[in-house]
């Protein structure tokens, strides 16, 4: 591997990267630099942890030098504590330019970033839902001379899902200028390759990591088979199991949705292991100092929603528990690249339940790796199993009690009048939606019902005509005795 500055960096540069730990470049970066140093679009996908980051961070930061003006470069990412977190490399990188960046993130007060914009900072970090906010009712900044757009987990960014950032993203590239460099990076580009291909249209230069395993060799992949109603203990056991051993482990937990990331937080307060929380339904204050606080070790678990499922960089989580078995196989690499990152150890442990199992495999087809079963003593599991059943009853109904639910319910509603939508005809949308999901789905059941049944039928006279024959073989056999 060659150093830094074989790749064309500047000394400044490579002394800033020494100071932070990083000496020798990675492959994403030993090839994507040269690339975007170049002038070229790039597209990196490389594994998690393995430095895209500075990838584009550090060719930005020599072209900034050159020709320092703002707003220079934009930087888009799918949530909050990620926008807070490449703001900081930058910042760290490029201290000796005295770099200006400005983070535009939902949460925060918008008449301040508003103020900050106007002040042409270098660099714009930005979630694209607030940034879209700002075009839409500002004037006092211009995004028309960038030179640099930069969207990280690119394939979050333009998939369409529970949070959409398409019609953002139409109203960011509006504003940006055709002339520009586009970098794309993620761990999992190739699905949306297509639609990744109609952003960087300057001769991109694509990069993917050679090998067929989507995961890190670092890691050490396990899953559990477990009955639902068994789940919270096995969670319970590992915790317990972790903390006993190393100590100094970091945990991260990934579940499902807001309301089980909150009852789990609360669980395991019962049990005396000290945890916090991220969830998208939370304060943005209270989601920072959590972070703040679990990637300072103060506390050593971390329960979140996919919210913290992608890039985020804490070298002590030494530990991925999915609570839940992941839906999609990107989600599950996403998740898992937690730990075991920039060549550290790790482990990651999937619990599985019965209905899980097709799930398990089309994730182990994915990363072209199979998962191993981590062994665990089941007595003890199944001594804590009441009472941890019993604290889960008793967490949920203390959070029924603080109306969790129907806080939820007035935030999406608040949500849709931001967007300019009524919340009861998105209500009634929604429903007839979900009525034509079921019919299809009904109608889907009815068709395999009597497509089985066809099977059964023809199965069934196949039967008949094999012992009919057999019948007469028998017979003509008799006959000629
Ligand atoms: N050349 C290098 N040598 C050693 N460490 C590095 C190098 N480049 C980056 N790192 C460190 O590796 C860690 C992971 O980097 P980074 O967060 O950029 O990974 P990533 O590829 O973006 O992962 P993800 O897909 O999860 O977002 C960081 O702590 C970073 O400082
Ligand atoms: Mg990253």
């Avoid at 999992?188 to 395993?213: C, G, H, Y």
């Avoid at 319970?236 to 990934?254: A, G, P, R, T, Y």
């Amino acid at each position: 591997m060659s150093d830094f500055s074989s790749l064309g960096l500047s000394d400044w540069l490579i002394q800033q990267c020494k100071q932070m730990g990083i000496n020798k470049p990675t492959p994403v970066q030993q090839s994507c630099v040269p690339a975007i140093l170049e002038g070229r679009d790039c597209m990196g996908c490389a594994k998690t942890g393995s430095g895209k980051t500075a990838a584009f961070v550090l060719p930005v930061l020599q072209k900034l030098s050159e020709d320092p003006y703002g707003i220079f470069c934009l930087v888009l990412t799918p949530t909050r504590e990620l926008a807070y977190q490449i703001a900081e490399q930058f910042r760290v990188l490029g201290k000796p330019l005295g770099l200006r960046d400005c983070i535009v993130v939902g949460g925060m007060d918008m008449v301040a970033q508003a103020l900050e914009l106007s002040k042409k900072p270098h660099v714009v970090v930005a979630t694209p839902g607030r940034l879209a906010d700002h075009i839409r009712s500002s004037n006092t900044f211009s995004m028309n001379k960038i030179r640099f757009l930069i969207l990280d987990e690119a394939d979050r960014l333009l998939e369409q899902g529970c949070t959409d950032f398409t019609k953002d993203l139409e109203v960011i590239l509006g504003a940006v200028p055709a002339q520009r460099q586009t970098l794309l990076f993620s761990a999992t580009l190739t699905d949306t390759l297509q639609e990744l291909k109609t952003i960087a249209m300057n001769r991109p230069f694509f990069w993917e990591s050679k090998s067929e395993v989507r995961t890190v060799e670092e890691l050490d992949q396990r899953y559990i088979l477990t009955p639902e109603k068994v789940k919270d203990a096995y969670l319970v056991h590992l915790i317990q199991k972790f903390q006993d051993d190393h100590e100094d482990w970091s945990i991260m937990i990934f579940t499902s949705t807001c309301k089980n990331c909150q009852i789990l937080n609360m669980m395991l307060r019962e049990f005396k292991f000290p945890s916090v929380a991220l969830h998208s339904m939370m304060k943005q204050k209270q989601r920072f100092a959590n972070l703040a606080k679990f990637k300072s070790s103060v506390f050593k678990i971390l329960i979140a929603t996919d919210v913290a499922s992608r890039g985020l960089d804490i070298p002590t989580v030494q530990v991925v528990i999915n609570h839940n078995t992941p839906g999609l196989p990107k989600t599950y690499i996403h998740r898992v690249g937690r730990t075991a990152r920039a060549g550290r150890n790790g482990v990651a442990i999937t619990l599985v339940t019965q209905y899980d199992i097709h799930l398990v495999h089309a994730i182990e087809e994915q990363i072209q790796t199979k998962l191993k079963e981590f062994s665990v003593k089941e007595s003890e599991v199944l001594n804590i199993l009441t009472q941890v059943n019993v604290t889960r009853r008793e967490c949920e109904i203390k959070l029924e009690s603080t109306d969790f639910d129907e806080k939820k319910e007035i935030n999406k509603r608040k949500q849709l009048i931001l967007e300019g939508k009524d919340p009861d005809l998105e209500a009634k949308r929604k429903a007839e939606l979900e009525k034509i999901r079921k019919d299809k789905k009904l109608f889907k059941a009815k068709i395999q019902k009597k497509q089985d049944m066809l099977k059964k039928k023809k199965h069934q006279q196949k039967n008949e005509i094999k012992v009919l024959q057999i019948k007469r073989k028998k017979k003509t056999v008799k006959a000629n005795n």
